[in-house]
């Protein structure tokens, strides 16, 4: 460490105690700013034998306990980097050199499993339904069927999942430590949105040191550090994925991918299913061209935007639109001539609104449509307005009532009509 980045630290330690009350939330504000004070608390923080951890440590969990936004997260930005030193110190069996690493862990931890007032928090988490529209699919593409998409919302609305109450912590042994550091990992991911693209740069390098040391991949990676097995449990490993998940699309696209190949590789080795379901979900989703350069901002996953419009189509198949199709249809003109050859009658195409050709037979010739209709209403007409029509009436109904079958039916031969 450069005697420089040495004094840029020991000024902020100086600073912040002679700063008043009333100037912190400016302070907070400035701070993130400050690009040369953060890779100095990262170079600090990577050397376990520095004299300035301890200070560091000890201050970062001021600025978490202080209650300022901006100061915790700013003690947040760490948190990658503070789990890889004390696991790595862990695997290296000298526990002595992690005392103020642990000592903020832990301190952390305390602080975010109570609530204001003291009392332990739980967290809840409701599982949404696919019937239910959200940023990632459109329930319109599971079902069409209306009855079906009414009986899925009626279910799997009141299944929640519940994290906590988290009991405190006075140490970290082997027993709790991947407790701890799952749900520290919980909090971290909580305000991955305001996370510098160092922090997770950081959050990448570690996660893929956490999975290969120890195994042949770290010859691959040609990482000279912990040579030991750092061992790690599945949630923990679901956590780490869920930050190289936001990485990817947030300028850090080639140590995500190292990292999630990294992930799988160990998942596999300990048979995880959780993080296999979970990594191979990832690796599926990204795009098929990979996005070589990760200096080129914050990225997008691109997603359909449900239409404000109806969900029903406007050429939706109905019985109107059916009848309007077969009228239309029927009032197409004729282009070909009306001929007739080897003995075929060519009968002419007969109009709803106009006649085009006449019919013939039955001893109907000479009448056109129209007249026919007319007859079929007129007696209809009759019937429904007249009950006691005497038997004289009868024939003829039954004659309007044959002729209206034969056009419906439009029955195929010589001495009918065909429409």
Known sequence: ?????????????????????TSLLNYATNLKDKNSLVSSLYKVIQEPQSELLEPV?????EFYRSGEEQLLRFTL???PELIWCYLAVSASRNVHSSGCIEALLLGVYNLEIVDKEGHSKVLSFTIPSLSKPSVYHEPSSIGSMALTESALSQHGLSKVVYSGPHPQREMLTAQNRFEVLTFLLLCYNAALTYMPSVSLQSLCQICSRI?????????VRKYKGVSSRIPVSSGFMVQMLTGIYFAFYNGEWDLAQEALDDVIYRAQLELYPEPLLVANAIKASLPHVAMKSSKEGARCIQVEITPTSSRISRNAVTSMSIRGHRWKRHEQPDNNNDTTELGILVIPEISVTNVAGERTGNGEKGRTLGEIDAQHMQGVQETATDPRTDSKGLPEIRRQKSVRKMMEDGINSPGRVQF
């Open 211 to 219: 999975c290969v040391c120890g195994y042949p991949r770290q010859h």
């Open 1 to 21: 460490m450069f005697t420089s980045e040495k004094g840029v630290v020991e000024e902020w330690l100086s600073e912040f105690k002679t700063l008043p009350e």
């Open 57 to 61: 440590c000890h201050q970062l969990f």
């Open 77 to 79: 930005q760490f948190l």
